[in-house]
């Protein structure tokens, strides 16, 4: 656990917890002086009872009115200490959900193919809530019962304190077991997210498969797993419970055994007898308690760790900083030097080799070779998703890795892919994604050189419609133009295209050809593409085969070469 980075997101709410804690403190104090007070009421109704019931109401009015006003200074001041808790529990895991979600968001692309996303979002989600409530169960469990065992009677604090020692070492040596059965039990529930966010989320492969049992059984399973794992868990701190709780009960029997020596001996009176009764539930529920809030811290600090693993993860590369080319001087020419790549989940297979490639500003070079060759990875390496092993990619003469990758990415390269990725929001704001601060106009304009504006506003909302979550409400064709605009609408000085049709119809393929043939005129253009027919026209093609150009020049060339492009030619 984390405890100087818990620290950043703890400062800013010092006073509301100080507050709180000074509130718990008053809560506790006032706890202690309830049991006094009702012996103080027992003593006078007693009396009364023994003669002196004409003044009974003017003699218990006193002691009652004194009880009854700390009755709702005690109920004020717990209003008053919890409310301050939620504030600060939620104002700190909701700094910490923001913190993480930003980290993750820089974290390179990488790391994503390493980490499931249905553990990033348990990590995001359970994991701070279950840290949070641990955290607001400590802070007004401890003041409470760390105050209410201090007041009591020296000779009562002296005996109940007996317990204190074992309680600790119990807790030290349990607890190791317990923080570590709590994270397996945690990942465990992340990996059961992960199944179920997969099978929703591919409903539509599931079904075609008919594989609803399958996944059903898979999810169960999983379940089971992370059952299993939390009733041992659950057991472990039952146990530590239920050994604490007995010998908290053998001290308060200890305590209530001497207390009946003493009234044995009239040394109590009846008012006494009721505050040491009271006084002894009170300090049985607050060492209870103290048991009870060590299961609870256990699976908070559990969690709280797992979130503050991800919260310290550095990305490799920054997600700003760097320097940005003018755009007057910005030409788009792109150079590609004896680069070498393999993905950090597969470091032994080497995607590409020794790779070199020049794309002239304003014009369009494709990338054609066998599925797997690589051809993707070179886009990716070129938007800086991942970094090479070796070998340098230059934009006008800049090394790319010394560039500002937000200012790339962002204003100079537009990505479209086979599968664009829409947000279930409107036509609109998927569109401005590309550029949140564009005009509404600028959208439009978009939408029309993506051949996408008539089919927009043939829609009943038109640019308001709601394309549903991952675009679900258009056409392959429909989301690839809405894409299209997207990466149009930041002007960008290079375009990728990576496949953008080879998913699509004829017809909807005509549609999107035409937006990206109007696209690329004044581009930079980098085409990678399986059907040959859609590069015929790139002013260079090159083809990449074990990681490497193995050969490259115009669609007539590369025919007449009788190379690996012409095969290529054939088996299509």
């Known amino acids: 656990f984390d405890w100087p980075l818990f620290w950043t997101f703890l400062r800013p709410q010092l006073l509301a917890l100080s507050a709180a804690v000074v509130l718990a403190l008053g809560a506790a104090l006032l706890n202690v002086r309830i049991p006094v007070l009702l012996g103080q009421l027992v003593n006078v109704v007693a009396r009364c009872a023994r003669g002196h019931v004409p003044t009974y109401l003017r003699e218990v009015r006193r002691p009652a009115l004194r009880l009854l006003t700390v009755y709702c200074l005690q109920g004020l001041l717990t209003f008053g200490y919890i409310a301050l ?5 939620e104002q700190v895991a909701g700094n910490m959900r923001k913190a993480l979600f930003s980290g993750l968001l820089r974290q390179e692309v990488a790391f994503f193919d390493a980490t499931r996303t249905g553990q990033l979002v348990t990590r995001l989600t359970a994991d701070i809530q279950e840290f949070k409530s641990s955290f607001k169960l400590a802070i007004s469990q401890t003041a409470g019962c760390f105050v209410s065992l201090y007041l009591l009677s020296p000779k009562l604090t002296a005996l109940l304190l007996v317990a204190l020692p074992v309680l600790v070492g119990a807790g030290a040596f349990i607890g190791a077991f317990l923080r570590s059965l709590s994270r397996q039990a945690q990942e465990q529930v992340a990996k059961a997210t992960v199944v179920a966010d997969e099978a929703l989320g591919n409903v539509r492969t599931v079904r075609a498969f008919a594989m609803e049992e399958q996944q059903a059984g898979l999810f169960s399973a999983e379940v089971d797993r992370a059952g299993h794992l939390s009733e041992r868990l659950g057991l472990g701190i039952a146990a530590f419970q239920g050994l604490s709780n007995l010998a908290l009960n053998g001290i ?3 305590t209530i055994f001497v207390g009946g020596s003493l009234m044995a001996g009239d040394e109590l009176s009846p008012g006494d007898l009721m505050s040491f009764l009271v006084a002894s539930q009170t300090v049985q529920r607050s060492l209870a308690n103290i048991s009870i809030l060590m299961g609870q811290v256990v699976r908070g600090l559990s969690a709280g760790a797992r979130v503050f693993e991800l919260l310290r993860l550095e990305p490799p590369v920054p997600l700003q900083g760097g320097v940005s080319i003018p755009s007057h001087s910005l030409l788009g020419r792109i150079c590609f030097h004896r680069v070498s790549f393999s993905y950090p989940t597969r470091p032994g297979y080497p995607v590409l080799q020794d790779f070199s490639l020049t794309l002239p500003p304003c014009q369009t ?3 054609v070779g066998p599925s797997g060759g690589g051809k993707s990875t ?3 390496l070129l938007e800086r998703f991942y970094e090479p092993t070796a070998g340098t990619i230059t934009l006008d003469g800049h090394n790319i890795a010394s560039l500002d990758p937000s200012w790339l990415r962002g204003q100079v390269i537009g990505f479209i892919s086979q599968e664009p990725v829409l947000f279930g929001t409107t036509i609109m704001e998927n569109i401005r994604f590309g550029k949140p601060g564009a005009s509404d ?3 439009y304009e978009a939408a029309r050189l993506a051949n996408a504006d008539g089919f927009i506003r043939s829609f009943p909302e038109g640019y308001d419609t709601i394309v549903g979550e991952r675009g679900t409400a258009l056409s392959g064709g429909q989301k690839q133009r809405i894409a299209i605009a997207r990466a149009l609408l930041k002007d960008p000085a290079v375009l990728i ?3 953008a049709t080879s998913a699509l119809d004829a017809q909807a393929e005509r549609a999107v050809q035409e937006a990206l043939d109007r696209a690329a005129t004044g581009r930079t253009v980098l085409l990678i593409a399986h059907r040959l027919s859609t590069i015929r026209g790139a002013h260079l093609i090159a ?3 074990h990681g490497r150009v193995a050969e490259a020049g115009t669609h007539e060339e590369l025919v007449r070469r ?11």
């Open 85 to 89: 808790l939620a504030r600060v529990g």
């Open 252 to 254: 308060v029997l200890g």
């Open 365 to 367: 070079v494709a990338i």
């Open 378 to 380: 070179v886009a990716a």
């Open 441 to 443: 106009a600028e959208v």
């Open 497 to 499: 295209l990576d496949e």
């Open 543 to 545: 083809v990449l085969a």
């Open 562 to 572: 009788g190379g690996v492009y012409a095969e290529l030619i054939r088996q299509q």
